[in-house]
């Protein structure tokens, strides 16, 4: 069955650094879309970042919030998404998830079909 499972969680100081790692099975990893979705303390889900499948070319799309900080990828060969955290603010402290998406392309992210049980990240000095 399809397991998604999140690591590399954990606390950073302000302006400090974070791999997230989402390792995949269960299915063709190479062919679908794939995704991060955050939840603060109290607040609802809020959307991060998405990737295209190698096929559609890789393509990146980022929330507002995070552009020009954090970069998503994927390595096939390990079926794995990635999700690098650079310049992290406090406000980046949730629990990030990592999503997969029934088709090769990103579409809203309601559109998820297989969620991660999530990986715990804060941004505290």
């Known amino acids: 069955q399809v397991q998604l499972v999140e690591s590399g969680g954990g606390l950073v100081q302000p302006g400090g650094s974070l791999r997230l790692s989402c390792a995949a099975s269960?299915?063709?990893?190479?062919?679908?879309?794939m995704g991060w979705v955050r939840q603060a303390p109290g607040k609802g889900l809020e959307w991060v970042s998405d990737i295209n499948n190698s096929l559609s070319g890789d393509t990146t799309y980022y929330a507002d919030s995070v552009k020009g900080r954090f970069t998503i990828s994927r390595d096939n060969g390990k079926n794995t998404v990635y999700l690098q955290m650079n310049e992290m603010k406090p406000e980046d402290t949730a629990v990030y998830y990592c999503a997969k998406f029934g088709r090769p392309t990103a579409g809203h992210w309601n559109e998820y079909d297989y969620w991660g049980q999530g990986t715990q990240v804060t941004v505290s000095a």
């Open positions: 269960g299915f063709t990893f190479s062919n679908y879309a």
